[in-house]
């Protein structure tokens, strides 16, 4: 069963920007609550979890790179799928966003709002899921021999936890397409 309407926490200080958008997302069928800064962005998606959060980068109280740490920290936020419109289009916070796992980016004024409201449809359309093993049980050790991986399931880098990224490929058949990823 397909959803009906994705809902969308977008965060954004330039009231402008945001209205623009918020409206964008209301009339291609998005539920929107909007936040004007990082800080409100977190309390409104720990009220209620969005299907995605949409963000700028530089705000005041707690910037777009903060909420997206504070997200993907919380056991409840982590799979929520966070994308950043930017105002200044820098190759460096692309690429640290991307570092940092925000699955999109984007500079408003180099992409078309029907482009934004695609790339959110396709997003939002993905099924990927997260499954983090329980280092004690026996398979999970099994799974870190075989595959060659810290048996405390953290990655090399940073201590972050290991986890298995699910990918459905055929719901029908239920076949799945899978990675191992630092969260």
């Known amino acids: 069963m397909e959803k009906t309407q994705y809902s969308i926490v977008l965060v954004d200080d330039d009231e402008d920007t945001r209205t623009l958008y918020a409206d964008l997302l209301r009339t291609a069928g998005f539920d929107v ?6 800080l409100e962005g977190l309390e409104k998606v720990n009220q209620t979890v969005p299907d995605l959060v949409v963000s700028g980068i530089i705000m005041p109280r707690m910037d777009g ?24 289009g820098r190759q460096e916070d692309e690429t640290r966003a991307r570092a940092m796992g925000v699955k999109d980016f984007f500079v408003t004024t180099m992409t078309p709002p ?10 939002l359309a993905s099924s990927d899921y997260l499954i983090i ?24 880098e940073g201590g972050e936890k290991l986890a298995i990224k699910l990918t459905i490929k055929d719901a029908r058949n239920r076949r799945f397409d899978a990675e191992i990823v630092c969260i």
């Open 33 to 38: 609550r909007e936040a004007g800064d990082g």
């Open 65 to 88: 790179f903060m909420l997206a740490e504070a997200l993907q920290k919380n056991i409840n936020t982590m799979s929520v799928p966070v994308m950043f419109l930017s105002h200044l």
């Open 114 to 123: 029907h482009d934004i409201i695609g790339r959110i449809r396709g997003l």
């Open 133 to 156: 093993p329980n280092p004690v049980e026996l398979d999970a050790q099994k799974l870190a021999s075989d595959l060659g991986l810290n048996r405390d399931f953290l990655c090399s």
